[in-house]
């Protein structure tokens, strides 16, 4: 039973976090600058607004709560913007970052679970990705990434802060109990808004490329349930607290799906027609991004047993037809 520092608690994935963290008999505190996150989304702990470039307003957070671990997932992360903004993906991810892993070994706080993603691969012809793959990022938000695991490499060996890294694939769903889910301003992800468009929030779902090399021309993703994502972080959190050595693991199940796949599924899940227009390819968009995931699933003992396309756009859905937050 430990405090746990979640920074990001605010968004999507890190209030998820909060929800299973507080399950496990921990007590999330979520340090978050709203910037993209929803106050009404943290339900499961106390809220300390903050920002992660504020070093003076950190220090005070660990100096008040002396938490036994951070979880980060605090990040700018849209791949677009990041390919138009670099330095804003620079600054606030790498800089940031930096500030908070200094705070943490000031404060004497050795262990740190990081969110990190499949874009720090980058294209890699379609093979399916281990941990141990080369990481060549082909965009400022998946090198942005890839720098903070290297920084936490550099504090493993200067003040041996002990982390694991979870290079994540695509997540989706939402909590099923329906207390949380996915609300972001603006959206960028495929199933929200897909299913938006099925609701006639939005005109239609715009598919963005349809010209590459897959079955179908369009982009294959591994998806993962959220339940499932953060489920894995709490193991990654009693593994440090148990001694583990730091250590990186992809989390996503091994099966990919294309665009028009997801698209399919949606339709029958919702019973609903899905409205698409065929576009242009986005910018920074892999062709293929698929986890080899047998290392959390052998060392952390993970199952990712919610993570079937079935499930997450049902809880989606569910989600998306109650669930939202004021500012
Ligand atoms: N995508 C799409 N239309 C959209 C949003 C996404 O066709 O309106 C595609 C996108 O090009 C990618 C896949 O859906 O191939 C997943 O994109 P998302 O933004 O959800 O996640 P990412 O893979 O960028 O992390």
Same mark, same amino acid.
């Given at each position: 039973m430990a405090n746990v520092l979640v920074t990001g608690g605010a968004g999507y994935i890190g209030s998820h976090a909060c929800k299973v963290l507080a399950a496990a008999g921990h007590t999330p505190i979520t340090y978050d600058n709203l910037c993209t996150g929803w106050e009404d989304a943290v339900k499961f702990g106390p809220f &300390? +607004? =903050?920002d992660l470039l504020d070093r003076p307003r950190l220090d005070a957070v660990f100096a008040q709560y002396n938490p036994? +671990? *951070?979880?980060?997932f605090a990040a700018? $992360?849209?791949? =677009? &913007?990041? @390919?138009?903004?670099?330095g804003l993906y620079w600054r606030n991810n790498v800089g940031g970052s930096l500030n908070l892993i200094e705070a943490a070994t000031a404060a004497g706080c050795e262990n740190f679970v990081f969110s990190s993603t499949c874009a720090t691969y980058g294209d890699q012809d379609g @093979?399916?990705? %281990? &941990?141990d793959t080369a990481q060549h990022p082909i965009n400022a938000y998946g090198a942005s990434k890839r720098a903070v695991e290297d920084i936490l490499r550099n504090f493993e060996h200067s003040h041996g802060l002990r982390h694991v890294i979870f290079r994540y694939f695509n997540v989706a769903g939402a909590d099923p109990a329906g207390e949380i889910g996915e609300f972001h301003q603006p959206e960028t992800h495929l199933i929200p808004l897909m299913l938006d468009a099925i609701d006639g929030k939005r005109p239609a779902l715009t598919v963005? =490329? %349809?010209d590459y090399d897959t079955p179908d021309?369009?982009?294959?993703?591994?998806? *993962?349930?959220?339940?499932?994502?953060?489920e894995a972080h709490v193991k990654g959190l009693e593994w440090l607290i148990d001694g583990g050595a730091p250590a990186v693991f992809n989390l996503g199940t091994g099966s990919g799906f294309s665009v028009r796949e997801v698209i399919d599924h949606s339709r029958a899940v919702t019973?609903? $027609?899905?409205?698409? *227009? &065929? =576009? +242009?390819?986005? +910018?920074?968009d892999c062709t293929k991004l698929v986890s080899g995931s047998d290392r959390a699933m052998s060392e952390l003992g993970w199952t990712p047993s919610r993570s079937t396309l079935e499930a997450m756009i049902t809880d989606a859905w569910r989600w998306h037809q109650n669930g939202h937050y004021d500012k």
């Open positions: &300390e +607004a =903050g036994v +671990a *951070v979880m980060h700018l $992360s849209q791949v =677009g &913007e990041s @390919v138009t903004d670099p @093979v399916t990705l %281990t &941990e963005f =490329g %349809t021309g369009t982009c294959i993703r591994d998806y *993962v349930h959220v339940m499932d994502l953060v019973n609903k $027609s899905v409205p698409i *227009v &065929e =576009g +242009a390819r986005r +910018a920074g």
